[in-house]
């Protein structure tokens, strides 16, 4: 099962929920937040996209 986590690094630029709004949102602070239990296959594509291109390294998709 892949899970994701946003680490307190985010600075809530929004580029993961852009990439992957399936799996990332924005929480009333501004700051991203996973709102799955799981990455589903069809979204792990945009969900690792969003791992690679945080600015500040915030987002860690892997295996459980």
């Known amino acids: 099962m892949k899970k994701a986590e946003v680490n307190t690094n985010c600075i809530g630029c929004g580029l993961c929920t852009e990439l992957c709004p ?23 594509e945009g ?9 500040v390294e915030a987002i860690s998709v892997y295996d459980e």
């Open 47 to 55: 969900a690792k996209e969003a791992e690679s291109q945080c600015p």
């Open 22 to 44: 399936d799996v990332f949102e924005l929480q009333d602070d501004g700051l991203a937040r996973v709102h799955v239990g799981e990455v589903k296959d069809e979204w792990l």
